[in-house]
C-alpha cells in the first residue's frame, strides 16, 4: 500500500501564489505516475497537473501556464506550484499516484485551497 499526503492549501487573495506538497510512503517499487487533481464543490474530480517518472509533464488548460508540477522521483514527493490564482480554483487538492508493479492507483485524502478576498 501506498499513502499519499497532501499539505500545504489554506486562503489565498486572488492574484496570489500557493504551493502544495504531497509525500507518498509505504510499500513502493515504482511510481510511474504522480499527479495533483481537484474537486471544486458541487462539481467532479479533474486531474490538473502530472508527471511521470519520464519527466513529462501535462496540464489541464484551466492551469496551463498559472501552475506548475515538479517531483523528486528519489524522494517520492511531488508539488504543485500554483500562481496568479483565481476565486475558480478554489477545490480541494488531491494527490494521485500510480503504482506500476501492482498496478494500482492511490489518492491523498486532499487538502482545501480557498481564493477569495
Known amino acids: 500500500q501506498v499513502q499519499l499526503v497532501e499539505s500545504g492549501g489554506g486562503l489565498v487573495q486572488p492574484g496570489g501564489n500557493l504551493s502544495l506538497s504531497c509525500a507518498a510512503s509505504?510499500?513502493?517499487?515504482?511510481?510511474?505516475?504522480m499527479a495533483w487533481a481537484r474537486q471544486a464543490p458541487g462539481k467532479q474530480r479533474e486531474l490538473i497537473a502530472q508527471?511521470?517518472?519520464?519527466?513529462?509533464?501535462t496540464y489541464a488548460d484551466s492551469v496551463k501556464g498559472r501552475f506548475t508540477i515538479s517531483r523528486d522521483t528519489a524522494k517520492h514527493t511531488v508539488s504543485l506550484q500554483m500562481n496568479s490564482l483565481k476565486p475558480e480554483d478554489t477545490a480541494v487538492y488531491y494527490c494521485?499516484?500510480?503504482?506500476?508493479?501492482?498496478?494500482?492507483?492511490?489518492w491523498g485524502r486532499g487538502t482545501p485551497v480557498t481564493v477569495s478576498s
Open positions: 494521485y499516484a500510480f503504482e506500476t508493479y501492482i498496478q494500482q492507483e492511490f
Open positions: 509505504g510499500t513502493i517499487f515504482s511510481l510511474d505516475v
Open positions: 508527471h511521470d517518472k519520464r519527466g513529462t509533464t
